[in-house]
């Protein structure tokens, strides 16, 4: 396989969105790395490449792992619909109820093995992946107290379920995909170094791109929206890189 269509195949997983989209400002968070540009990215290229023969593997086992929790999330949901639209008016909470813990123990078991993945990634920065596994754990724990709650018989009434979920949404999960998108980005800038180390005349779009995605990298309220944009952006560029440059079979 051709260099370049090694690392357009390789960067498949990294190019999906995460679930959940930004909702909520992100959190504060250190930039990544110290040092000049040049040192970052040839840190971040020498990582990358002595991972390369193991990434695949470890991100198809993931995105398995991901559509799995994705498939059965789905049943699950569709089997609430049909138990709720069939519920009596006695029965509706209690069923609610039990469709909604359904979903989070599903939740906490995929966050679980996300945090699995998430600390196997070492070609994003410490302080990035870290993020990712404290809001995570920030969510595992509410979601517990809330399934305790439900176990309790704490909550009775349809409109109080409603409320919980949304601010497990608002405090919880929604910082946890911000987090998440704000790694994909620290990742993605490895493959730009990477692709820049390679690639002996690049096209504009590729340090454009590394500029554009380090800025909105290196603030501590970082720029989300903007992030999600240079992640799509980046196939068009590789397909322009793979057509327009030399790439040495190294």
Known sequence: ???????????????????????????????SGTGSVAAQRAERAATLRDILGTIAKRDAQWQTVRSAYVRDRMEQQRACRE?????????????????????LTLE???LRREKD??????????????????????LTEAIGTLVFAFDSGVYDRQEDVLQARQRLQEKYRSPLSDARTLL??????????????EITDPPACLPEGEATLRASLATD?????????????????????GTASSVPAS
């Open 221 to 241: 309220n970082a720029d989300v929206a903007g992030l999600l944009a240079t992640l799509q952006a980046l196939p068009s560029c590789l397909d322009t890189a």
């Open 117 to 138: 993945y998430v600390r196997s990634l070492v070609e994003a920065t410490e302080p990035r992946r870290n993020d990712v596994l404290v809001r995570s754990d920030q």
């Open 184 to 197: 994909r980005g620290d990742r993605l800038l490895s493959w730009y170094a990477l692709l820049l180390d």
């Open 1 to 31: 396989m051709k260099p370049m269509r090694l690392l357009l195949f390789l960067l498949g997983p990294l190019l999906i969105v995460t679930m959940a989209g930004a909702q909520e400002p992100p959190s504060s968070s250190p930039a």
């Open 108 to 110: 906490r078991e995929f």
């Open 83 to 103: 138990d709720l639209r069939r519920a009596n008016r006695d029965a509706k909470v209690p069923t609610l109820v039990r469709c909604y813990r359904g979903s």
